[in-house]
T-cell receptor
Framework: LAKTTQPISMDSYEGQEVNITCSHN???????ITWYQQFPSQGPRFIIQ???TKVTNEVASLFIPADRKSSTLSLPRVSLSDTAVYYC?????????????FGTGTKLQVIP | NAGVTQTPKFQVLKTGQSMTLQCAQD?????MYWYRQDPGMGLRLIYY???????DKGEVPNGYNVSRLNKREFSLRLESAAPSQTSVYFC????????????FGPGTRLTVT
């Protein structure tokens, strides 16, 4: 099961693009990369999932280099409402899933 | 669609009391999950059910039991509550074969005194 490392916290000003990087050096061939967002007092929200190259949806973009040992969640032009904790998960969803934890994530603080 | 609903939203128990947390989803998902989240920490998986009729232990199953009542409902039971079980409990559901694509309920805040 791939271990992930991401920054504990980040600050950004409103209107800026924010990039949160997750390291997963021992990612396996079948593993996908998934990101969640959690606001205070709410359950996590699925944001985006990818396997390689680039994935984009209405919320964010996910960049995955060819070696797949890291990934970057990109949030364009953040607003105060993007202040949340962001979690990176790596795995294929089978077998070792029961050992998965969300970790402590990256706490993003958007500043006015 | 209501998505994933959980009841109750808040609960206070005394040590040794029992209770059941209810969870239901209307997205026709096969997989359902129970997590706990302690202050300042990430989520930890308690139990999950990959499909109706099956359940499996997660990272922290001790002190809990689950029932997958049907495809929609997945309950979590505390038989004898302990202060260490004070936490926020989240239920989630997801499509088959996609354990990492999950949709969470609003949570139940449980305090055991």
């Amino acid at each position: 099961l791939a271990k992930t490392t991401q920054p504990i916290s980040m600050d950004s000003y409103e209107g800026q693009e924010v990039n949160i990087t997750c390291s997963h050096n021992n990612i396996a061939t079948n593993d996908y990369i998934t990101w969640y967002q959690q606001f205070p007092s709410q359950g996590p929200r699925f944001i985006i999932q990818g396997y390689k190259t680039k994935v984009t949806n209405e919320v964010a973009s996910l960049f995955i280099p060819a070696d797949r040992k890291s990934s970057t969640l990109s949030l364009p032009r953040v607003s105060l409402s993007d202040t949340a904790v962001y979690y990176c998960l790596v795995g294929d969803g089978y077998g070792g899933y029961q050992k998965v934890t969300f970790g402590t994530g990256t706490k993003l603080q958007v500043i006015p | 669609n209501a998505g994933v609903t959980q009841t109750p939203k808040f609960q206070v128990l005394k040590t040794g009391q029992s209770m059941t947390l209810q969870c239901a989803q209307d997205m026709n998902h096969n997989s359902m999950y129970w997590y706990r989240q302690d202050p300042g920490m990430g989520l930890r998986l308690i139990y999950y059910s990959a499909s109706e009729g099956t359940t499996d232990k997660g990272e922290v199953p001790n002190g809990y039991n689950v029932s997958r009542l049907n495809k929609r409902e997945f309950s979590l039971r505390l038989e004898s509550a302990a202060p260490s079980q004070t936490s926020v409990y989240f239920c989630a559901s997801g499509p088959s074969g996609q354990h990492y694509e999950q949709y969470f309920g609003p949570g139940t805040r449980l305090t055991v005194t």
